[in-house]
Protein backbone atom coordinates (compact mmCIF):
# COMPACT_ATOMS: atom_id res chain seq x y z
CA UNK A 1 0.00 0.00 0.00
CA UNK A 2 1.68 3.44 -0.97
CA UNK A 3 1.50 6.44 1.63
CA UNK A 4 1.98 9.77 1.36
CA UNK A 5 4.07 11.21 4.55
CA UNK A 6 3.91 14.56 5.49
CA UNK A 7 6.94 16.63 6.12
CA UNK A 8 6.01 19.71 8.13
CA UNK A 9 9.85 21.41 8.14
CA UNK A 10 10.74 23.64 5.78
CA UNK A 11 13.88 23.81 6.70
CA UNK A 12 17.39 21.58 7.90
CA UNK A 13 18.20 20.25 11.38
CA UNK A 14 21.34 21.57 12.88
CA UNK A 15 23.61 19.34 14.15
CA UNK A 16 26.93 21.99 15.38
CA UNK A 17 28.56 20.08 18.11
CA UNK A 18 31.08 16.94 17.46
CA UNK A 19 31.82 18.24 13.66
CA UNK A 20 34.37 20.17 12.26
CA UNK A 21 32.01 22.16 10.49
CA UNK A 22 28.19 22.29 11.18
CA UNK A 23 26.16 19.06 9.69
CA UNK A 24 22.60 19.64 8.22
CA UNK A 25 19.53 16.80 8.65
CA UNK A 26 17.55 16.36 5.53
CA UNK A 27 13.87 17.51 7.69
CA UNK A 28 11.39 18.17 4.42
CA UNK A 29 11.96 14.83 2.96
CA UNK A 30 13.15 15.99 -0.60
CA UNK A 31 16.95 15.64 -0.17
CA UNK A 32 18.68 13.17 -2.43
CA UNK A 33 21.79 13.10 0.05
CA UNK A 34 19.27 11.30 3.18
CA UNK A 35 19.70 11.69 5.69
CA UNK A 36 21.86 15.11 4.76
CA UNK A 37 20.25 18.31 3.93
CA UNK A 38 21.44 19.19 -0.15
CA UNK A 39 19.22 22.14 -0.43
CA UNK A 40 16.23 21.30 -1.71
CA UNK A 41 14.14 22.46 1.17
CA UNK A 42 14.06 25.77 -0.53
CA UNK A 43 11.76 24.37 -3.32
CA UNK A 44 9.18 24.88 0.28
CA UNK A 45 8.78 27.99 1.10
CA UNK A 46 6.05 29.22 -0.81
CA UNK A 47 4.01 26.27 0.22
CA UNK A 48 0.59 27.37 1.60
CA UNK A 49 0.53 26.13 5.40
CA UNK A 50 -2.96 24.56 5.21
CA UNK A 51 -2.09 22.21 2.19
CA UNK A 52 0.01 18.94 1.68
CA UNK A 53 2.41 18.65 -1.71
CA UNK A 54 3.96 15.96 -3.44
CA UNK A 55 6.92 16.20 -5.39
CA UNK A 56 8.71 14.74 -8.34
CA UNK A 57 11.19 15.26 -11.01
CA UNK A 58 8.53 17.89 -12.69
CA UNK A 59 7.77 19.83 -9.49
CA UNK A 60 4.87 20.00 -7.20
CA UNK A 61 1.21 19.33 -7.12
CA UNK A 62 -1.40 20.30 -4.39
CA UNK A 63 -2.86 17.15 -2.99
CA UNK A 64 -6.73 17.55 -2.87
CA UNK A 65 -7.88 16.56 0.37
CA UNK A 66 -11.03 14.07 -0.28
CA UNK A 67 -12.28 13.67 3.11
Known sequence: MARLVRHDANAPYEI????????????CGLSKNKPFCDGT??????ENAED????????????????
Open 16 to 27: PEGTELPVYICA
Open 41 to 46: HKKTRD
Open 52 to 67: TYVYDDAGRARVIKQY
